[in-house]
C-alpha cells in the first residue's frame, strides 16, 4: 500500500499477484468498499474470487470489522443461490475474503 499524489492510500493490484496461495488473474469488478478477482490456488490450480478490501476501508476499522463479520456470515450459509465463502486473509495491509469461483453470466448483463 502506498500513498497516492492526493494522499490517499492505494493497494497496487495486478494481474500476476500472488497473495498467500493465490495469483491474481482478473479483476471482476469494483465496488465503493472491495474489489473482486478471479484468482488461481498455487496447490490446486481451482479458481477462487478473492474479494479484497479497497484500501481507504483498510484505515477505517468499524469498515473493516463489518466487512469481516459479513464474510464470516456468509460463510455459515449454504444454498445454492448464495456464493459460499471459504475463508479470510489477513496479509497487511491487504484483507480478503475468498469465495467460490461460478462461471458465467454476471447478473448485470443478465439485466440487460
Given at each position: 500500500?502506498?500513498?497516492?499524489?492526493?494522499?490517499?492510500?492505494?493497494?497496487?493490484?495486478?494481474?500476476?499477484?500472488?497473495?498467500?496461495?493465490?495469483?491474481?488473474?482478473?479483476?471482476?469488478?469494483?465496488?465503493?468498499?472491495?474489489?473482486?478477482?478471479?484468482?488461481?490456488?498455487?496447490?490446486?490450480?481451482?479458481?477462487?474470487?478473492?474479494?479484497?478490501?479497497?484500501?481507504?476501508?483498510?484505515?477505517?476499522?468499524?469498515t473493516k470489522k463489518?466487512?469481516?463479520?459479513?464474510?464470516?456470515?456468509?460463510?455459515?450459509?449454504?444454498?445454492?443461490?448464495?456464493?459460499?465463502?471459504?475463508?479470510?486473509?489477513?496479509?497487511?495491509?491487504?484483507?480478503?475474503?475468498?469465495?467460490?469461483?461460478?462461471?458465467?453470466?454476471?447478473?448485470?448483463?443478465?439485466?440487460?
Amino acid at each position: 500500500m502506498t500513498q497516492s499524489p492526493g494522499g490517499d492510500s492505494v493497494l497496487y493490484l495486478e494481474p500476476g499477484l500472488t497473495i498467500r496461495a493465490f495469483t491474481l488473474e482478473k479483476c471482476l469488478g469494483t465496488g465503493g468498499i472491495s474489489t473482486t478477482w478471479k484468482a488461481s490456488h498455487a496447490e490446486t490450480g481451482l479458481h477462487y474470487v478473492l474479494k479484497i478490501l479497497n484500501a481507504p476501508m483498510i484505515e477505517d476499522e468499524a469498515t473493516k470489522k463489518g466487512f469481516v463479520e459479513a464474510g464470516l456470515l456468509q460463510a455459515r450459509i449454504s444454498h445454492p443461490n448464495v456464493i459460499g465463502v471459504k475463508g479470510r486473509i489477513e496479509a497487511h495491509p491487504i484483507h480478503a475474503l475468498v469465495m467460490e469461483y461460478v462461471d458465467g453470466t454476471t447478473l448485470d448483463r443478465l439485466g440487460r
